[in-house]
């Protein structure tokens, strides 16, 4: 099982959500979860990332894989 399941027309599809976006500095995303795997690689700069309060520091080139279901936030904590 790798996300979220989905019937439509008696096809099983399975997702993993996967986007680009730039966070600002000092700000962030406050805590959520997904019924589907949500993946995150940074392409630049670094980030602070809080996955089921395990907190994760991550930098260019790194990439996390969120499970399904699971509470995670993020934040650009540079000042520039």
Request: net charge negative; proline share 4%.
């Amino acid at each position: 099982d790798c996300g979220a399941l989905f019937l439509k027309g008696g096809v099983r599809m399975q997702i993993l959500w996967v986007a680009r976006s730039y966070t600002l500095p000092n700000a962030g995303v406050m805590s959520h979860s997904h019924p589907y795997y949500h993946m995150f690689y940074i392409h630049s700069g670094q980030g602070r990332f809080v996955v089921n309060d395990e907190v994760y520091e991550l930098s260019a080139g790194q990439t996390l894989l969120v499970p399904k279901q699971m509470s995670h936030s993020y934040s650009n904590e540079q000042n520039d």
